[in-house]
């Protein structure tokens, strides 16, 4: 394991230089967190580049992988970070402005770690997530789940914005893209609010 971290990185670059740049993209203009939680933070690449843009940030990771941690601990010695599965999270309520997730939804049981993180969102705080899109077509080339992706399952658009809502949040905006033959999605919520109207 620690050496698939060590290479993590580099096999990966061009990919997560998309889907972080992606989730970067889609964070909400003039949002200010005051303390960001990064759900299968891995090597704590992407909390280093939320740090650039919210210095003052109080960081959190947490992952499964004592040996991407390890490389997250040693760029980000200020940051905390969790080692744990995320279906074993256990988090102060409104504890973060903002919470993200990379590459990382398809591993888990997606509407159990909502039910766990949404009541840590704080009311006016951001969940924003980068993964795979489980579109129809893709799907059908179940063994590549199976053989490289090592999938558990990669949620439609809709299926995850179903998740998203049946745990409470409203969708702000949710956009499928292509990276090579990756078929993969963004999506920005944030807690519903009293005032909102859902059909
Ligand atoms: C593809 S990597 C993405 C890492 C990072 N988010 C990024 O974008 O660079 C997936 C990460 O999720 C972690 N992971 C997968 N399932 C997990 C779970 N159930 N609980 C905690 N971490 C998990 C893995 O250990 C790994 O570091």
């Known amino acids: 394991m620690k050496d698939e971290a060590d290479q993590y990185e580099q096999r990966w670059a ?82 973060y402005d903002l919470i993200v997730s990379s590459s990382v939804f398809h591993f888990v049981d997606v509407a159990l770690v909502l039910s766990q993180i949404t009541p840590a969102l704080d009311p006016n705080g951001w969940l924003v997530v980068v993964d795979y899109s489980g579109e129809s077509w893709f799907r059908a080339v179940g063994w590549l789940y199976d053989h490289f992706l090592e999938a558990q399952q990669a949620l439609s658009r809709r299926q995850l914005a179903r998740q998203l809502t049946a745990a409470g949040l409203t969708v702000e905006h949710q956009q499928q893209f292509r990276w090579r033959w990756y078929l993969l999605q963004v999506v920005t919520a944030q807690p519903a609010s009293p005032n909102r109207h859902y059909p």
Do not use: W
């Open 14 to 95: 061009r990919y997560l230089n998309v889907t972080h740049s992606k989730l970067l993209a889609s964070l909400p203009a003039g949002a200010a967190p005051r303390s960001i939680l990064d759900l299968g933070c891995g090597t704590g690449l992407l909390l280093t580049k939320l740090r650039q843009h919210y210095p003052d940030a109080q960081l959190t990771g947490v992952d499964r992988s004592g040996a991407m941690l390890d490389q997250a601990r040693q760029r980000l010695p200020q940051a905390t970070f969790i080692e744990t599965d995320l279906a074993r999270l256990h988090l102060n309520p409104r504890q």
